[in-house]
Protein backbone atom coordinates (compact mmCIF):
# COMPACT_ATOMS: atom_id res chain seq x y z
CA UNK A 1 0.00 0.00 0.00
CA UNK A 2 1.31 3.52 -1.06
CA UNK A 3 0.59 6.87 0.22
CA UNK A 4 -1.82 8.28 -2.67
CA UNK A 5 -3.83 11.63 -3.22
CA UNK A 6 -7.13 10.21 -2.31
CA UNK A 7 -5.95 7.58 0.49
CA UNK A 8 -8.14 8.30 3.54
CA UNK A 9 -6.88 7.71 6.66
CA UNK A 10 -8.93 6.35 9.90
CA UNK A 11 -9.84 9.73 11.31
CA UNK A 12 -9.90 13.02 10.47
CA UNK A 13 -6.95 14.21 12.82
CA UNK A 14 -4.88 11.18 11.47
CA UNK A 15 -2.24 11.84 8.59
CA UNK A 16 -1.80 9.61 5.70
CA UNK A 17 2.11 8.14 6.70
CA UNK A 18 0.18 7.15 9.96
CA UNK A 19 -2.39 5.75 9.17
CA UNK A 20 -0.38 3.74 6.62
CA UNK A 21 2.26 2.58 9.38
CA UNK A 22 -0.87 1.49 11.61
CA UNK A 23 -2.40 -1.16 9.53
CA UNK A 24 1.40 -2.20 7.89
CA UNK A 25 1.78 -2.74 11.79
CA UNK A 26 -1.64 -5.07 11.94
CA UNK A 27 -0.90 -6.93 8.72
CA UNK A 28 2.31 -8.08 11.40
CA UNK A 29 -0.38 -9.49 13.70
CA UNK A 30 -1.58 -13.02 13.76
CA UNK A 31 -5.36 -13.17 14.33
CA UNK A 32 -5.55 -14.80 17.61
CA UNK A 33 -2.96 -11.45 18.52
CA UNK A 34 -5.85 -9.05 16.81
CA UNK A 35 -8.65 -10.57 18.73
CA UNK A 36 -6.50 -10.43 21.73
CA UNK A 37 -6.58 -6.69 21.21
CA UNK A 38 -10.22 -6.10 20.42
CA UNK A 39 -10.93 -8.02 23.69
CA UNK A 40 -8.59 -5.96 25.73
CA UNK A 41 -10.41 -2.72 24.17
CA UNK A 42 -13.49 -3.96 25.12
CA UNK A 43 -12.96 -5.07 28.22
CA UNK A 44 -11.29 -1.54 29.02
CA UNK A 45 -14.38 0.44 28.10
CA UNK A 46 -16.77 -1.49 30.25
CA UNK A 47 -13.95 -1.67 33.16
CA UNK A 48 -13.30 2.77 32.50
CA UNK A 49 -17.61 2.51 32.69
CA UNK A 50 -17.97 1.21 35.66
CA UNK A 51 -15.32 2.80 37.80
CA UNK A 52 -16.61 6.30 36.75
CA UNK A 53 -20.12 5.19 37.90
CA UNK A 54 -18.20 3.87 40.95
CA UNK A 55 -16.94 6.75 41.55
CA UNK A 56 -19.49 9.03 40.60
CA UNK A 57 -22.12 6.70 43.20
CA UNK A 58 -19.78 6.88 45.92
CA UNK A 59 -20.85 4.63 48.82
CA UNK A 60 -24.60 3.27 47.12
CA UNK A 61 -25.31 -0.01 47.57
CA UNK A 62 -24.19 -3.22 44.70
CA UNK A 63 -27.49 -3.62 43.29
CA UNK A 64 -27.94 0.61 42.91
CA UNK A 65 -24.40 0.76 40.93
CA UNK A 66 -25.46 -2.21 39.11
CA UNK A 67 -28.70 -0.75 37.34
CA UNK A 68 -26.73 2.28 36.93
CA UNK A 69 -24.46 0.29 34.91
CA UNK A 70 -27.00 -1.90 33.27
CA UNK A 71 -28.81 1.53 31.49
CA UNK A 72 -25.44 2.81 30.67
CA UNK A 73 -24.33 -0.35 28.91
CA UNK A 74 -27.46 -1.14 27.19
CA UNK A 75 -28.80 2.21 26.33
CA UNK A 76 -31.70 2.87 24.30
CA UNK A 77 -32.17 -0.94 24.43
CA UNK A 78 -32.50 -1.07 28.46
CA UNK A 79 -36.05 -2.28 29.37
CA UNK A 80 -37.83 -1.79 32.31
CA UNK A 81 -38.91 -5.40 32.60
CA UNK A 82 -34.93 -6.75 32.26
CA UNK A 83 -33.67 -7.48 35.81
CA UNK A 84 -29.97 -8.26 35.88
CA UNK A 85 -28.76 -10.69 38.56
CA UNK A 86 -25.91 -11.81 40.36
CA UNK A 87 -23.43 -9.24 42.64
CA UNK A 88 -19.81 -10.01 41.06
CA UNK A 89 -18.95 -7.01 39.27
CA UNK A 90 -16.27 -9.24 37.10
CA UNK A 91 -19.09 -10.88 35.63
CA UNK A 92 -20.27 -7.50 33.83
CA UNK A 93 -17.55 -6.98 32.00
CA UNK A 94 -17.90 -9.68 29.31
CA UNK A 95 -16.44 -9.23 25.94
CA UNK A 96 -18.01 -9.79 22.05
CA UNK A 97 -15.99 -12.68 21.54
CA UNK A 98 -16.59 -14.87 24.63
CA UNK A 99 -20.39 -13.79 24.26
CA UNK A 100 -20.36 -15.18 20.22
CA UNK A 101 -18.31 -18.36 22.05
CA UNK A 102 -21.56 -19.09 24.38
CA UNK A 103 -24.08 -18.34 21.65
CA UNK A 104 -22.00 -20.54 19.81
CA UNK A 105 -23.06 -23.50 21.45
CA UNK A 106 -26.59 -22.15 21.74
CA UNK A 107 -26.74 -22.30 18.22
CA UNK A 108 -25.33 -25.36 17.44
CA UNK A 109 -27.41 -27.57 20.18
CA UNK A 110 -30.08 -25.79 18.64
CA UNK A 111 -29.14 -26.76 14.66
CA UNK A 112 -29.63 -22.92 14.04
CA UNK A 113 -26.96 -21.67 11.16
CA UNK A 114 -25.88 -18.19 12.07
CA UNK A 115 -22.68 -16.31 12.15
CA UNK A 116 -21.20 -13.30 13.66
CA UNK A 117 -21.68 -9.62 11.62
CA UNK A 118 -21.40 -6.16 12.13
CA UNK A 119 -18.92 -3.90 14.26
CA UNK A 120 -17.13 -7.56 15.66
CA UNK A 121 -16.46 -9.25 12.34
CA UNK A 122 -15.11 -5.41 10.96
CA UNK A 123 -13.02 -5.68 13.67
CA UNK A 124 -11.99 -9.10 13.34
CA UNK A 125 -10.74 -8.30 9.38
CA UNK A 126 -9.67 -5.05 9.56
CA UNK A 127 -9.47 -1.95 12.18
CA UNK A 128 -9.88 -3.34 15.92
CA UNK A 129 -13.14 -0.73 17.95
CA UNK A 130 -15.25 -1.31 20.33
CA UNK A 131 -19.09 -2.03 20.09
CA UNK A 132 -21.89 -1.65 22.10
CA UNK A 133 -23.47 -5.19 21.20
CA UNK A 134 -22.87 -8.35 18.97
CA UNK A 135 -24.89 -8.68 15.46
CA UNK A 136 -25.26 -12.09 14.54
CA UNK A 137 -27.26 -13.57 11.59
CA UNK A 138 -29.45 -16.61 11.83
CA UNK A 139 -30.99 -18.68 9.62
CA UNK A 140 -34.13 -20.21 11.77
CA UNK A 141 -37.43 -21.60 10.89
CA UNK A 142 -40.69 -20.46 12.49
CA UNK A 143 -41.17 -23.76 13.77
CA UNK A 144 -37.50 -23.76 15.63
CA UNK A 145 -38.13 -20.01 17.52
CA UNK A 146 -39.92 -21.39 20.80
CA UNK A 147 -37.37 -24.24 20.90
CA UNK A 148 -34.22 -21.41 20.10
CA UNK A 149 -36.19 -19.03 23.09
CA UNK A 150 -36.37 -21.65 25.67
CA UNK A 151 -32.64 -22.46 25.20
CA UNK A 152 -31.23 -18.67 25.63
CA UNK A 153 -34.13 -18.32 28.57
CA UNK A 154 -32.51 -22.03 30.09
CA UNK A 155 -28.97 -20.01 29.49
CA UNK A 156 -29.98 -16.79 31.47
CA UNK A 157 -30.88 -14.52 28.41
CA UNK A 158 -33.52 -12.10 28.68
CA UNK A 159 -35.46 -12.53 25.33
CA UNK A 160 -38.36 -9.83 25.09
CA UNK A 161 -41.94 -11.45 25.01
CA UNK A 162 -43.16 -9.05 22.61
CA UNK A 163 -40.22 -9.35 20.15
CA UNK A 164 -40.72 -13.38 20.53
CA UNK A 165 -44.20 -13.02 19.70
CA UNK A 166 -43.55 -10.66 16.50
CA UNK A 167 -41.00 -13.38 14.91
CA UNK A 168 -43.59 -16.05 15.12
CA UNK A 169 -45.61 -13.55 13.20
CA UNK A 170 -43.24 -12.50 11.05
CA UNK A 171 -43.79 -9.22 11.71
CA UNK A 172 -40.25 -9.14 13.07
CA UNK A 173 -36.70 -9.89 11.91
CA UNK A 174 -34.43 -9.12 15.25
CA UNK A 175 -34.53 -10.32 18.57
CA UNK A 176 -32.62 -8.45 20.77
CA UNK A 177 -31.57 -10.31 23.91
CA UNK A 178 -29.48 -9.68 26.88
CA UNK A 179 -27.55 -11.68 29.58
CA UNK A 180 -28.86 -11.18 32.95
CA UNK A 181 -25.59 -11.92 35.04
CA UNK A 182 -23.21 -10.66 32.04
CA UNK A 183 -25.54 -8.19 30.86
CA UNK A 184 -24.11 -8.68 27.56
CA UNK A 185 -26.51 -7.58 24.61
CA UNK A 186 -26.86 -8.94 20.85
CA UNK A 187 -29.00 -8.54 18.07
CA UNK A 188 -29.83 -11.49 16.24
CA UNK A 189 -30.76 -10.60 13.22
CA UNK A 190 -33.35 -13.06 10.56
CA UNK A 191 -31.90 -13.95 7.32
CA UNK A 192 -33.76 -13.53 4.24
CA UNK A 193 -34.36 -15.69 1.45
CA UNK A 194 -32.22 -13.32 -0.92
CA UNK A 195 -29.81 -15.09 -3.01
CA UNK A 196 -26.97 -12.46 -1.43
CA UNK A 197 -28.09 -14.14 2.14
CA UNK A 198 -27.98 -17.56 1.20
CA UNK A 199 -24.22 -16.75 -0.33
CA UNK A 200 -23.09 -15.04 2.88
CA UNK A 201 -24.32 -18.25 5.22
CA UNK A 202 -22.45 -20.34 3.06
CA UNK A 203 -18.99 -18.05 2.91
CA UNK A 204 -18.83 -17.78 6.75
CA UNK A 205 -15.57 -18.71 8.49
CA UNK A 206 -15.02 -20.70 11.35
CA UNK A 207 -13.15 -19.03 14.32
CA UNK A 208 -11.33 -22.36 15.37
CA UNK A 209 -7.85 -21.53 16.48
CA UNK A 210 -5.80 -22.51 19.78
CA UNK A 211 -6.81 -20.59 22.93
CA UNK A 212 -9.94 -19.02 20.99
CA UNK A 213 -13.38 -19.49 21.01
CA UNK A 214 -14.95 -21.34 18.77
CA UNK A 215 -17.50 -19.01 16.68
CA UNK A 216 -18.52 -18.52 13.02
CA UNK A 217 -17.87 -14.88 11.27
CA UNK A 218 -19.44 -13.33 8.25
CA UNK A 219 -16.28 -13.18 5.62
CA UNK A 220 -14.34 -10.32 5.51
CA UNK A 221 -16.13 -9.55 1.36
CA UNK A 222 -19.20 -10.01 2.77
CA UNK A 223 -19.01 -7.68 5.59
CA UNK A 224 -18.06 -4.75 3.37
CA UNK A 225 -20.71 -5.21 1.32
CA UNK A 226 -23.05 -5.67 3.89
CA UNK A 227 -21.54 -2.73 5.40
CA UNK A 228 -21.84 -0.64 2.28
CA UNK A 229 -25.88 -1.71 2.17
CA UNK A 230 -26.10 -0.58 5.53
CA UNK A 231 -24.41 2.51 5.04
CA UNK A 232 -25.87 3.31 1.86
CA UNK A 233 -28.59 5.57 2.97
CA UNK A 234 -27.32 6.75 6.24
CA UNK A 235 -24.00 8.08 5.19
CA UNK A 236 -22.78 6.49 7.92
CA UNK A 237 -19.12 7.54 8.97
CA UNK A 238 -18.75 4.23 10.85
CA UNK A 239 -20.17 1.78 8.61
CA UNK A 240 -17.51 3.50 5.74
CA UNK A 241 -14.47 3.22 8.00
CA UNK A 242 -15.15 -0.26 9.14
CA UNK A 243 -14.84 -0.80 5.11
CA UNK A 244 -11.65 1.37 4.54
CA UNK A 245 -10.60 -0.95 7.70
CA UNK A 246 -11.20 -4.04 5.64
CA UNK A 247 -9.67 -3.03 2.84
CA UNK A 248 -6.38 -1.32 4.22
CA UNK A 249 -6.21 -4.54 6.00
CA UNK A 250 -7.34 -7.55 3.91
CA UNK A 251 -6.15 -5.90 0.57
CA UNK A 252 -3.69 -8.55 -0.44
CA UNK A 253 -6.37 -11.80 0.35
CA UNK A 254 -9.46 -10.28 -1.13
CA UNK A 255 -11.76 -11.93 -3.68
CA UNK A 256 -12.18 -8.97 -5.64
CA UNK A 257 -13.93 -10.77 -8.49
CA UNK A 258 -17.05 -12.01 -5.89
CA UNK A 259 -16.61 -8.34 -4.53
CA UNK A 260 -17.09 -6.69 -8.08
CA UNK A 261 -19.55 -9.19 -8.99
CA UNK A 262 -21.87 -8.74 -6.03
CA UNK A 263 -21.53 -4.57 -5.83
CA UNK A 264 -22.84 -4.54 -9.62
CA UNK A 265 -25.94 -6.90 -8.76
CA UNK A 266 -26.52 -5.36 -5.15
CA UNK A 267 -26.16 -1.63 -7.22
CA UNK A 268 -22.41 -0.95 -4.88
CA UNK A 269 -20.44 -0.43 -7.62
CA UNK A 270 -19.59 3.31 -7.20
CA UNK A 271 -19.27 3.10 -3.42
CA UNK A 272 -17.16 0.03 -3.56
CA UNK A 273 -14.94 2.14 -6.25
CA UNK A 274 -14.85 4.99 -3.82
CA UNK A 275 -13.80 2.35 -1.05
CA UNK A 276 -10.96 1.44 -2.69
CA UNK A 277 -9.83 4.18 -3.81
CA UNK A 278 -10.04 5.73 -0.25
CA UNK A 279 -7.96 2.85 1.22
CA UNK A 280 -5.35 3.07 -1.68
CA UNK A 281 -6.21 -0.17 -3.26
Not at 2 to 13: G, L, M, V, W
Request: net charge negative; with cysteine.
Amino acid sequence: MSSKSNYQPQAANTNIEADIYLFTRLRQLSLPQRLEMFVAHERGVKKLCLAGIKFRHRGAPLEEIRRVFTRAVLAEKYRVDFHPKGNDENMWIQDSISLAAELHQIFESTNILYYVSGGVAASLHGEPRSTRDLDLVIEVQPEQIDLLVATLEGAGYYCPAGAVEGLKQGRERMLNITHTETIANADLYISDVSLFAVSQMERRQLIDLEGIPKFWVASAEDTILQKLQWGKGSQSEKQWRDVLGILKLQAESLDYIYLTQWAESLDLVDALSLAFTEAGV
